[in-house]
């Protein structure tokens, strides 16, 4: 009677701790969007999606001017499921009371490209390069407007915005977004965090010419004030010097 009764008292407590563990994997999968103010004008939304089994931050931008709201970069969805760019843009309505006025997406990934179809539901332009947007058409997404020269300044708002693309890394369309009058400098994948031990996702990964890239980025961006790479922590121009060690590092580790 006594084993028995333990037996089932083993049973029961393993249910348990699957139900618990089910329970906290869940919460975990789908952390909620935050927002962050790297002055009165720029915040980084940040969403999460899943790398490696676990959650997983992606930074954004979200520009506030005079004449509206520019984002750069959806929050990280999929096409079936656009949730974070939805919360992204509840929040701006929310908090900033300004229309979302355009979107620049930075590659034809789905952290950065999952969630069109959510702002073009809302009337939002989306545009991109033309190599982004024939890549999101192929990994099964809605196409950005493929408008964007490789190196081009605009204006909205009186808030000037440069999109640049300083050669292939991360990804062959990979570009980056300055702006001049923050000097910050918003580097995507293209640039790892300080708080990065790896390279990440490499499936698309031009590793001949990342290095060379972030060589481009430090010579024309050498006096940014903060840096947002596309994951994890940002900070300042270590970031770019980190990116370079942690090529070095990877390259000696395939020798």
């Known amino acids: 009677m006594t084993y028995f009764l333990t037996r089932r008292m083993r049973t029961v407590f393993a249910f348990v701790l699957l139900f618990f563990s089910a329970c906290f994997t869940q ?13 009165d004008q720029v915040y980084v939304h940040t969403t999460y999606g899943i790398y490696g089994k ?25 096409d079936t499921n656009t949730d974070n760019t939805r919360q992204l843009l509840q929040w701006v309505s929310d908090s900033l009371h300004q229309p979302v006025r355009l979107c620049i997406v930075t590659h034809a ?20 390069t033309p190599l982004t947007a024939r890549k999101s058409v192929a990994l099964g997404f809605q196409a950005p407007a493929g408008v964007l020269p490789n190196d081009t300044t605009f204006i909205i708002g009186q808030e ?16 980056v977004v300055w702006l001049p009058n923050q000097r910050i400098l918003y580097g995507g994948c293209l640039i790892k965090s300080v708080a990065a031990f790896g390279m990440g996702n490499l499936a698309d990964a031009n590793l001949n010419q990342w290095a060379g890239s972030i060589r481009t980025l430090m010579k024309q961006f050498g006096n940014a004030r ?30």
């Open 27 to 39: 919460a975990q999968v789908a952390p909620k969007l935050t927002v962050t103010p790297l002055n």
């Open 54 to 78: 676990t959650p997983f931050p992606s930074n954004g931008l979200i520009i506030k001017t005079i004449d509206g709201v520019v984002l750069v970069d959806t929050g990280w969805d999929t």
């Open 109 to 128: 990934h789905e952290d950065r490209v999952g969630g069109i179809s959510e702002l073009r539901k809302a009337g939002i332009r989306v545009v991109s």
């Open 160 to 175: 000037p915005i440069r999109c640049f693309f300083p050669g292939e890394g991360h990804t062959s369309d990979n570009i």
């Open 226 to 255: 903060i840096v947002v790479p596309g994951h994890q922590d940002w900070g300042d121009k270590k970031s770019m010097e980190h990116t370079l060690q942690l090529l070095a590092k990877h390259a000696a580790a395939k020798k």
